[in-house]
């Protein structure tokens, strides 16, 4: 029996799940989302505010999503109910970002400026001038859209300049040695 799968989701208070045969529909303060299952590997109750989510049979693939599920749709409740957070850091002389309407305007260093425009759901914020925060409900979505914009201009090894997660610490090379140990 997979450890997550087994336990069961509360829902909290202003939250409304809705099972279907093969979908579960999450409607909460902060939106609504909506997520296919698999009907054939997984059966998804919801039995007294709690969502509870079973396995069909003990195949590999009937293992592998139990778990899954279960996370998909906590995932889901935290979403709707608390949102995702995901924030990124810029470092290097003259690296900045702007928030101009819904788009984030980027000097990464390159030879012209770096537009990013987020997509649908997804909430771009910047404090001063280093820091962007990206806000959502879906959490798949606010990581890859904090994996985009970190892509522009990843962290590189000698001197740490570009975009990095929050916390996120960069393990750097030495530069050239010299010639001090060669004869």
């Avoid at 109750?45 to 293992?63: N, S």
């Avoid at 788009?103 to 990013?116: A, M, R, T, W």
């Avoid at 000698?158 to 050239?176: S, V």
Wanted: net charge positive; hydrophobic share 35%; aromatic share 4%.
């Amino acid at each position: 029996m997979s450890r997550i799968g087994k336990l069961p989701v509360t829902v909290p208070q202003g939250v409304d799940v809705t099972v279907g045969t093969d979908e579960v529909m999450v409607k909460g303060p902060k939106g609504e989302l909506r997520q296919q299952i698999l009907s054939a590997v997984v059966e998804v109750k919801l039995e007294g505010g709690q969502v509870l989510v079973a396995r069909r049979g003990d195949a590999k693939t009937h293992r592998a999503a139990h778990g899954l599920t279960r996370t998909l749709i906590a995932n889901m409740i935290e979403g709707v109910s608390k949102g995702f957070r995901k924030s990124l850091e810029i470092q290097g002389v003259g690296y900045r970002a702007a928030k101009s309407g819904e788009k984030l305007n980027l000097s990464l260093g390159y030879s012209h400026p770096v537009v990013f425009e987020a997509p649908r759901g997804i909430a771009l914020s910047v404090e001063g001038q280093n820091k962007i925060h990206v806000d959502g409900i879906d959490k798949q979505a606010v990581g890859q859209v904090a994996a985009e914009i970190r892509d522009l201009r990843p962290p590189e090894p000698y001197k740490g300049k570009g975009i990095r997660y929050e916390g996120e610490t960069i393990r750097k090379k030495l530069g050239k040695a010299g010639k001090a140990g060669k004869k």
